[in-house]
């Protein structure tokens, strides 16, 4: 009876120990995803910036062509 008292609390403890370190696990898994949340969103703000930075040179090259085409050069 005593011997399996023993093993009911060493198993007990066994899966004690295992459910903390599956916790632990879980937390670092966590952790990590939210990193890699910040880094997506921070990514995606840097897209946007350059999407916008794209078209403000797009405008300015039109306006540049616009410009430009009034003037005529004579090749003589």
Known sequence: MLASI????KAYQTISTSI?????V????????????AATEQ???GMQQ??????QLSDMSDD??????TFKVDNK
Do not use: D, R
């Open 6 to 9: 023993k093993q009911v609390e």
């Open 20 to 24: 903390e370190q599956i916790s632990v």
């Open 26 to 37: 879980s937390e670092e898994h966590a952790a990590s995803s939210q990193e890699v949340a």
């Open 43 to 45: 990514q995606s703000a």
């Open 50 to 55: 350059i999407s916008s930075a794209i078209e």
């Open 64 to 69: 540049l062509a616009q410009m430009v085409s």
